[in-house]
């Protein structure tokens, strides 16, 4: 106990910083610089706390300091009848909040902000109650009491570490993944010490790989960068093994599976970066930051879906498919001229509907095709009024009479003009020197818009029966610059998306 502390966060400091001359100590788990004077004062303070706590838990005229000369039966009737109440308590809360903290992704890519883990307890609260638990280890003369009082500690020190993890992915500072590397190791070193823990040690030391890695790539070494990166999601593939045989340590997979997506996406960057396909990762690595720090329109029907984790990683694979284009690969690409290529989703619509009277009433079956825009998120018109965000088909029906509706010619209740030919034209081309618009949607989202629009659909057209629409491939359409955004083909006719007609292509992401 007789050490410095951090007056920021709580951690003990290294001893090469108890034992230098100079008037400034710097926090081996948080960066953070300050006095020895404020530190020292800090740890005063901390041991004052912990004292007046053993005071209320001791019976009076008891010493720690004498405990070598108290029998073991009475110093373990003190721990039992007096400290260990107010224990069970505070273990339970901090294994808890431990538990609750691991249940989400703890890293973030470089140059990435990410939002900290909301957690019951400060990182000096963390500490300060592992140095209680120090404490009081005198008292804890049966094993089952000190196996108690050692996970206490070992889980409380853990946490802290992690918390400290979590409130520097708030930062872009360099060297936080140096610290968050170490961070890592160390709790995983506290938690392994610990029964039924041990898939979590596996995961925080494949963490700790990882942003040594991202320090890696900070610094121009992408080889190192992707040699660690590699080992690290070996291990966290291995401990999501050991996690599904372990229900204690169930709540991490989702976690799990989301660090191992940001692990493969690193991996990426630098593999672009090896096989020649891009000269600059931190480049890259800025433009994966954008395309992560985008505020997407609040909506309540949307947040969820535009909310997960997981969508990133389809994201960023549009952007490492865009790159391996640009560097000889190929896109599904429309022909035409145009010098942007903008990405749609290419939407397979079925449905029928019934048309004539009496004798001559008959149900017609139509396939038609849309295009969704694959930015259509970043609008809020389109997030709320889903006609606005892809080509309305049912508004560009064709015309026809009253008599030929009653006696069935009706063949259709909608019109897609050429989208369908234009559609199929799509095929593996080489983008050459065109910008390409990164998309900004899943397959999974397009999905959702058609359906929201064909529930606005069958409420104005009462016959129509509709079936599942089916999502294809996403397709890159060329499109001219014009004074309002961009151009579409001809093919698109009256079936412009409204959400393209005004759009601004200096603040859209492109490549």
Same mark, same amino acid.
């Given at each position: 106990m007789i050490e410095l502390r951090c007056k920021y966060c709580g951690a003990p400091l290294d001893r090469k910083e108890i034992e230098s001359d100079s008037p400034y100590v710097t926090c081996p788990s948080c960066g953070t610089t300050q006095q020895r004077v404020d530190a020292k004062a800090y740890m005063d303070q901390m041991m004052a706390q912990i004292k007046s706590w053993i005071g209320k838990a001791i019976p009076g005229g008891f010493s720690l300091s004498q405990t070598d000369n108290v029998d073991p039966i009475a110093r373990h009737n003190i721990f039992v009848n007096n400290v260990k109440p107010m224990l069970d308590v505070e273990l339970r809360e901090y294994k808890f909040a431990l538990n609750s903290v691991i249940s989400s992704p703890l890293i973030?890519?470089?140059?990435?902000?990410?939002?900290?883990?909301? %957690?019951?307890? /400060?990182?000096?609260?963390?500490? =300060?109650?592992?140095?209680?638990?120090?404490?009081?280890?005198?008292?804890?003369? $049966?094993? #089952? !009491?000190? #196996?108690?009082? /050692? $996970? +206490?500690?070992?889980?409380?020190?853990?946490?802290?570490?992690?918390?400290?993890?979590?409130?520097?992915? /708030? $930062? %872009? /500072?360099? +060297?936080?993944?140096?610290?968050?590397?170490?961070?890592?190791?160390?709790?995983?070193?506290?938690?392994?010490?610990?029964? +039924?823990? =041990?898939?979590?040690?596996?995961?925080?030391?494949?963490? !700790?790989?990882?942003?040594?890695?991202?320090?890696?790539?900070?610094? +121009?070494?992408?080889?190192?960068?992707?040699?660690? %990166? #590699?080992?690290?999601?070996?291990?966290? =593939?291995a401990a999501k093994k050991d996690i599904l045989a372990n229900p204690k340590m169930a709540v991490m997979i989702r976690a799990v599976d989301i660090e191992i997506g940001q692990c493969r996406t690193l991996q990426n960057v630098t593999g672009m970066v090896m096989n020649g396909r891009t000269k600059d990762p931190l480049k890259m690595l800025d433009l994966v930051n954008k395309l992560s720090s985008i505020k997407y329109p609040p909506s309540r029907e949307w947040d969820r879906l535009l909310g997960r984790q997981e969508r990133d990683f389809e994201l960023y694979g549009y952007v490492e498919s865009i790159v391996s284009a640009k560097n000889g690969g190929t896109l599904p690409i429309c022909p035409g001229a145009g010098d942007v290529l903008y990405p749609f989703w290419d939407v397979d619509l079925r449905y029928s509907f019934t048309t004539g009277s009496f004798l001559s009433k008959k149900t017609v079956e139509v396939t038609e095709d849309l295009l969704v825009p694959a930015t259509f998120t970043i609008s809020a018109e389109a997030l709320s009024n889903p006609c606005s965000g892809l080509t309305d088909i049912f508004s560009a029906a064709p015309d026809k009479s009253f008599f030929d509706r009653m006696k069935g010619d009706q063949d259709s209740i909608s019109g897609g003009a050429g989208i369908g030919r234009l559609a199929d034209s799509a095929a593996e081309n080489s983008p050459g020197s065109r910008e390409v618009v990164i998309p900004l949607s899943t397959k999974t989202e397009a999905s959702r818009l058609v359906e929201c629009y064909l529930d606005q659909s069958a409420r104005t057209h009462n016959q129509l029966k509709l079936s599942k629409p089916s999502v294809k491939r996403l397709i890159y359409i060329p499109c001219g610059r014009s004074a309002n955004g961009i151009s579409l083909p001809k093919e698109f006719d009256r079936l412009s998306p409204a959400i393209l007609r005004n759009t601004d292509l200096e603040k859209t992401l492109k490549i």
């Amino acid at each position: 106990m007789i050490e410095l502390r951090c007056k920021y966060c709580g951690a003990p400091l290294d001893r090469k910083e108890i034992e230098s001359d100079s008037p400034y100590v710097t926090c081996p788990s948080c960066g953070t610089t300050q006095q020895r004077v404020d530190a020292k004062a800090y740890m005063d303070q901390m041991m004052a706390q912990i004292k007046s706590w053993i005071g209320k838990a001791i019976p009076g005229g008891f010493s720690l300091s004498q405990t070598d000369n108290v029998d073991p039966i009475a110093r373990h009737n003190i721990f039992v009848n007096n400290v260990k109440p107010m224990l069970d308590v505070e273990l339970r809360e901090y294994k808890f909040a431990l538990n609750s903290v691991i249940s989400s992704p703890l890293i973030v890519l470089p140059f990435s902000k990410g939002e900290p883990v909301r %957690t019951n307890h /400060t990182s000096t609260q963390a500490f =300060e109650f592992n140095a209680k638990l120090k404490s009081i280890e005198p008292l804890a003369v $049966d094993p #089952e !009491s000190r #196996e108690s009082i /050692t $996970d +206490g500690e070992n889980l409380a020190s853990a946490y802290a570490m992690i918390v400290n993890n979590s409130n520097l992915l /708030t $930062d %872009t /500072t360099p +060297g936080r993944f140096a610290l968050m590397s170490n961070n890592f190791k160390d709790s995983a070193e506290s938690v392994r010490k610990c029964k +039924g823990y =041990e898939p979590l040690a596996a995961r925080l030391d494949a963490l !700790s790989e990882v942003c040594s890695a991202s320090d890696m790539v900070l610094n +121009g070494d992408a080889m190192g960068c992707s040699l660690k %990166t #590699e080992s690290a999601i070996s291990k966290l =593939e291995a401990a999501k093994k050991d996690i599904l045989a372990n229900p204690k340590m169930a709540v991490m997979i989702r976690a799990v599976d989301i660090e191992i997506g940001q692990c493969r996406t690193l991996q990426n960057v630098t593999g672009m970066v090896m096989n020649g396909r891009t000269k600059d990762p931190l480049k890259m690595l800025d433009l994966v930051n954008k395309l992560s720090s985008i505020k997407y329109p609040p909506s309540r029907e949307w947040d969820r879906l535009l909310g997960r984790q997981e969508r990133d990683f389809e994201l960023y694979g549009y952007v490492e498919s865009i790159v391996s284009a640009k560097n000889g690969g190929t896109l599904p690409i429309c022909p035409g001229a145009g010098d942007v290529l903008y990405p749609f989703w290419d939407v397979d619509l079925r449905y029928s509907f019934t048309t004539g009277s009496f004798l001559s009433k008959k149900t017609v079956e139509v396939t038609e095709d849309l295009l969704v825009p694959a930015t259509f998120t970043i609008s809020a018109e389109a997030l709320s009024n889903p006609c606005s965000g892809l080509t309305d088909i049912f508004s560009a029906a064709p015309d026809k009479s009253f008599f030929d509706r009653m006696k069935g010619d009706q063949d259709s209740i909608s019109g897609g003009a050429g989208i369908g030919r234009l559609a199929d034209s799509a095929a593996e081309n080489s983008p050459g020197s065109r910008e390409v618009v990164i998309p900004l949607s899943t397959k999974t989202e397009a999905s959702r818009l058609v359906e929201c629009y064909l529930d606005q659909s069958a409420r104005t057209h009462n016959q129509l029966k509709l079936s599942k629409p089916s999502v294809k491939r996403l397709i890159y359409i060329p499109c001219g610059r014009s004074a309002n955004g961009i151009s579409l083909p001809k093919e698109f006719d009256r079936l412009s998306p409204a959400i393209l007609r005004n759009t601004d292509l200096e603040k859209t992401l492109k490549i």
